[in-house]
């Protein structure tokens, strides 16, 4: 079984930073090592569905328009991590943030179901 664990969070001012890390450990239910698995973020605000953040793994890293240029996805091999930079952080990025591996071999890259040991959740506030 595979054990995910999110860390940072919590609450900034619009236009600041927050870096957000996932550490998985343990053994995937296939046997696929986590170091061949991409490794995505999605984030889920209030009344609203789940949605794609980014995705790093595979040769790959894809970034949500709403994201991009201003979150950073970088991931460590050796270690089973996978952090998320954040900055130029407005309101709407307000969530909770979620990490997960894609064991999908499909290119749905945004999909969450093609996503599986999702993290427990992680809540990013910005205030106005």
């Known amino acids: 079984q595979v054990q995910t664990v999110e860390s940072g969070g919590g609450l900034v001012q619009a236009g600041g930073s927050l870096r957000l890390s996932c550490a998985f450990s343990?053994?995937?239910?296939?046997?696929?090592?986590?170091?061949?698995?991409?490794m995505g973020w999605f984030r889920q605000a209030p009344g609203k569905e789940r949605e794609f953040v980014g995705v790093?793994?595979?040769?790959?890293?894809i970034y949500a328009d709403s994201v991009k240029g201003r979150f950073a996805i970088s991931r460590d091999n050796a270690k089973n991590t996978v952090a998320l930079q954040m900055n130029s952080l407005n309101p709407e990025d307000t969530a909770v943030y979620y990490c997960?591996?894609?064991?999908?071999?499909?290119?749905?890259?945004?999909?969450?179901?093609?996503?599986?040991?999702w993290g427990q959740g992680t809540q990013v506030t910005v205030s106005s």
């Open positions: 343990g053994r995937t239910f296939s046997g696929r090592t986590f170091s061949s698995l991409a």
């Open positions: 790093i793994g595979n040769g790959i890293t």
């Open positions: 997960a591996l894609k064991t999908g071999d499909t290119k749905s890259y945004a999909d969450a179901s093609e996503y599986h040991y």
